[in-house]
């Protein structure tokens, strides 16, 4: 193992003793390992099932693939729960379920606030990437806060020392970071803004897609609804031998 995400943004964002300078991820690597977080999570919700704890801990370097892994699976569930329609019992069980299991900063909405009758479904991962995908860019979480408040109210900026491809990069944030989980996209939705983004004139910009075989994992990926096969990166394979988490009889493979 390589070590986590986490511990490569704590040290890109530590100022250099010498320089005093930060030294934020290269376009190239931040649409790296955007493409690798967006596959595995896409590859979890082709069977229904949400991971619920996405951030950066969570994702582990393979330093033998130079790719990153999701791992920790106890959060993971098939569970869909109808704000508009639980009983109260049900709302106070779920509520519970995410104070254990998730992650404060990351919770989308619907998960900060049931009385306001949304489900709660695969679409809290689409949020929590969002939230990752701002902290890896632009190297500080849009939420930086932890206040509920600036969750539910949406409350977050692309900051003004961004980068100039920043413009380019803020619509498909804000496809995530829709606080109505109906109207929130897909993690299929993002790989095809990210493979448009790939097909645009930026060759005047850092490039936002690395390789070409990024783009076509991408493309692949948005045949998932119509072809089950699973494809993780690369290329179409089968289930690869890593540690299975299992809930309802579905089996969840680190990808």
Known sequence: CGGSLAQVLVQRSTPSAQ???????????????WLDMLHAIAHLHTHALAHRDVKPENFLLSAAEGRWKLCDFGSATTRVVDCATAER???????????????????????????????IDHAVDVWALGCLLFTLAFQKHPFDTESPLQI???????????PSYAARLEPIIKMMLEPDPAKRADVFAVCAAVEALEAADLRRLPRVVDDEQHGLAARRLLQHR???????????????????????????ANV
């Open 89 to 119: 019992r049900e709302r106070i069980d779920e509520e519970d379920r995410i104070a254990r299991f998730t992650t404060a900063m990351n919770r989308a909405p619907e998960m900060l606030d049931l009385y306001r009758g949304h489900r």
């Open 226 to 252: 119509k072809d089950p096969r699973v494809v993780a990166h690369r290329v179409e394979v089968e289930r690869p031998p890593c540690e299975l988490a299992k809930e309802g009889g579905l089996q969840v």
């Open 152 to 162: 539910l109210n949406n409350r977050w900026a692309i900051p003004s020392t961004a």
């Open 19 to 33: 320089t005093g300078t930060t030294s934020p991820l290269a376009p190239a690597d931040v649409a790296a390992t």
